[in-house]
């Protein structure tokens, strides 16, 4: 009976919240719903998936009082913020990035996957050269509407 093994413990939405509070990391009420939790100048959107783990959704470094979502501009990585407003990549931002998505995969425990730990990624990407193609107003090609 020595060898049985210990059931996985099951946490809520708020208890992992709270996994975050202990961490360091700072978790507020986001206007757009879920819990936006930031750290080292660079901050996340959270919201409860009804899973084991909760659900990652924006993420990216504070500018103003909104996230900046990286963009690679093909000459250049910069955040853009919803309002529009942009700013250059810096080493030391990406950096900060970087970590802050590892402290928070590791305090949720979520898997941290090899390609994804290698640095930081951009979701969008803004190089092509074509006039006025990426003025669509979707971000990612899951939002995109459905042909009919």
């Not at 059931?7 to 919240?17: T, V």
């Not at 802050?100 to 390609?115: I, M, P, Q």
Request: aromatic share 8%.
């Amino acid at each position: 009976m020595f060898f049985r093994r210990r059931q996985p413990q099951q946490y809520s939405f708020d208890d992992r919240l709270q996994m975050l509070r202990d961490a360091g990391f700072t978790v507020q009420p986001d206007p757009a719903g879920g819990s936006r939790v930031s750290k080292l100048g660079c901050a996340a959107v959270l919201r409860d998936g009804g899973g084991d783990h909760p659900l990652i959704g924006q993420t990216g470094i504070i500018v103003g009082d909104e996230i900046g979502d990286m963009v690679n501009g093909g000459y250049q990585m910069f955040f853009r913020t919803p309002s529009g407003k942009t700013v250059p990549a810096l080493a030391t931002y990406l950096k900060a990035l970087h970590n802050f998505e590892e402290d928070l995969k590791e305090t949720l425990g979520l898997t941290s996957l090899y390609n994804q730990s290698l640095g930081t990624r951009a979701d969008e990407h803004l190089y092509d050269r074509v006039k006025d193609r990426d003025t669509g107003g979707h971000k990612r090609p899951w939002e995109a509407p459905v042909p009919e």
